[in-house]
């Protein structure tokens, strides 16, 4: 065999492989990894499997080979998907921002998982993480704020916290208390609550607060959402593969089951408190999930997203592997538009928050 003729076989066997992985991350939106759990792991790779993939298709076109249809084809879907991770600047959103003031009621929300303040290389202090966190926040001149991840000595401790840092907003919270204080999330709004709750998840520290609001002459409930993550530490994952630690590897794969297992159980009731609720919701929070994925799938579905609908550039959230992972998002009801949408680069977790400016149509 030439050697012209095995390297257009090697060619063709890694973009039909490369095709195939491709294939599989658009599956990964459809499938429940509760019962496939690798699917997860299609969809993380959608944006390196996608550039693998525009690579072969380059190549194939300069070398001027017919085998460019393959990556071409397997590429076709992902302009549906390109736009979830990243949005190019666009005009004419003028108009709609001039529209609402035209009897609308335009609200500028917060998503922000702050790392119980102890996410910070630049800030190690948890007090001084915390307090620069409120004086950011408070730059922002939010209607709403959803905080996950809060972390305080105790109850009493995050009231007077709250009610010091953050006058003119009322507090809602639910908190977990361990040995080591007590954490949770925090949602902080400028309107008065109608009512609160929590969407407990079993076997996990993780939640979903509600609150309702009267906005705008309408009745609208916020859920500030954090799913299950994989409580995994990635330095220690890489030295445990390079050593062989077999045990520590086999762990690792039950945690990250689980840790899916759980989440699409966590989707599925705040999805089922949704549906009991008479009023319109807001979705919002640190999802743990990119936008390939199940978790998403399902959650903004009869809703908007704010990035897709008012980003622009890369709109990943969660600083390691920039700009890949995007796991906040505001979702909120179609009826509804986003007319900004900003992802925050400060260094005072291993988050970044979002913001974005929605507006709310008037009537009752």
């Not at 071409?72 to 001039?98: D, I, K, T």
């Not at 709004?189 to 109608?194: K, P, Q």
């Amino acid at each position: 065999m030439s050697k012209s003729r095995f390297a257009g076989i090697t060619s063709r066997v890694l973009m039909l492989l490369a095709a195939g992985l491709q294939v599989m991350t658009y599956l990964s939106v459809l499938v429940n990894p509760s019962r496939i759990w690798i699917m997860t792991v299609f969809g993380l790779l959608f944006v390196p499997v996608s550039l693998l993939n525009a690579v072969l298709l380059v190549w194939a076109v300069k070398r001027l080979s017919k085998a460019f249809v393959i990556p071409f084809l397997a590429l076709l879907p992902s302009v549906f998907f390109l736009g979830e991770y990243v949005q190019f600047p666009e005009g004419g959103r003028g108009p709609e921002v001039q529209g609402a003031s035209d009897g609308h009621r335009t609200v500028r929300l917060i998503s922000y998982n702050v790392g119980r303040f102890a996410s910070s290389d630049a800030i190690p202090d948890w007090q001084d993480c915390s307090d620069s966190v409120a004086v950011f926040l408070r730059s922002c001149d939010a209607d709403i704020i959803c905080l996950q991840e809060v972390r305080s000595k105790d109850v009493e401790s995050l009231k007077a916290f709250l009610s010091k840092k953050f006058r003119g907003y009322r507090a809602e919270y639910y908190m977990k208390v361990g040995k080591d204080g007590c954490f949770g999330n925090v949602t902080l709004s400028r309107f008065g609550a109608m009512d609160k709750g929590v969407v407990s998840f079993e076997e996990s520290a993780n939640m979903a607060l509600f609150t309702d609001y009267v906005i705008g002459g309408r009745n609208m409930r916020v859920y500030n959402c954090h799913l299950e993550s994989y409580a995994l530490s990635l330095p220690t994952v890489v030295k445990s593969i390079g050593q062989r630690d077999r045990e520590f590897i086999r762990r690792t794969e039950d945690r990250v089951k689980t840790s899916i297992a759980r989440r699409q159980q966590q989707v599925d009731k705040i999805l089922n408190d949704i549906g009991a609720s008479p009023v319109e919701a807001f979705v919002c929070g640190d999802f743990n999930d990119n936008p390939m994925s199940y978790t998403y799938f399902k959650l903004s579905r009869g809703r908007s997203d704010s990035f897709v609908e008012a980003g622009s550039g890369f709109g990943a959230t969660y600083s390691f592997a920039w700009p890949m992972l995007r796991i906040d998002y505001v979702l909120f009801p179609g009826r509804m538009h986003a007319v900004s949408h900003e992802t925050l680069k400060v260094k005072y977790s291993d988050h970044y928050p979002v913001v974005a400016d929605i507006v709310i149509p008037a009537g009752g």
